[in-house]
């Protein structure tokens, strides 16, 4: 399976922001090697190709460098960290939410109050039939025509547990046990990056992938963590443009990270 979508998306902006965004690089992170993908079709916009920089996240300093790599616009797909690094495009933007600046809409206390009889339970890595069968159901319904739903059992496996990170799994079960919704996160030094979530479809009513992302704003708060990682906003895929509906939302720019409604510096 390609290094690819961690929560159904592509991707970010290429190693000219990598250099710009990082930190001093520690000794750890100047012996990593960065990799470019081969052009191929971008999954979000039609007629466009995609290429990805990618570097294997180590056992020893996986956690250290991911940190810093999350805060350059990068993400994780298994043991590696990937971000865009298309030569004509610049429609995958990184964003995050700003937990301290967080404050509720109409639209998220609706859905909080549609889903407050959920009770979450909070994992280790450790895929199970029944997210399976659920991850599977979500795929057909919802995505059908992407490679993630021909994934088997083995992939989906490799997807949640194959992570040199501090991953864990959360379960989101109705007041009857059932599983609901499933998020697959990584635990940063500053927030909770959100790698794949997926829920029951048949549920539209609850807005569950929204419900997911609200409850990592109050999972952050509980650790005293500053940021709720989204992945790419995406302006031109209807898939990915909702991010932009959750407030306190900042983008990453060649300055560094700013409010998503500030104008990009070009």
Known sequence: MDIGPADGEPNGRGEGLWRQSRRPATLAASLHQFFPTTPIAC??????????????????????????????????SHRFAYRPACRD???????????????????TRRIRNANRDLVTTLMPARATPEQFRLFSAYQRLRHGDSDMATMSW??????????????????????EGNLA????????????????SFYDPLRRKRSLGSWSILWLVEECRRRNLAHVYLGYWIGESRKMAYKARFPALESLTAAGWADFSAPMPR
């Not at 920089?53 to 810093?68: A, S, T, W």
């Not at 495009?89 to 639209?107: D, E, G, M």
């Not at 083995?154 to 007041?175: C, K, L, N």
């Not at 919704?181 to 794949?196: K, M, P, R």
């Open 89 to 107: 495009c610049a429609a995958c933007v990184p964003v995050r939410i700003v937990v301290a600046c967080f404050a509720h809409t109409r639209s």
């Open 43 to 76: 999954p979000y916009v039609p007629g466009r190709t995609e290429r990805k920089l990618i570097v294997e996240l180590g056992i020893n300093d996986g956690d250290r460098f991911y940190g810093d790599l999350s805060r350059a616009g990068f993400r994780r």
């Open 154 to 175: 083995g992939d989906y496996r490799s997807m949640v547990e194959d992570s040199p990170v501090r991953t864990r799994i959360a379960e989101f079960r109705d007041g």
């Open 181 to 196: 919704a499933t998020s697959l996160i990584d635990l940063l030094d500053d927030g909770i990056s959100a790698v794949y």
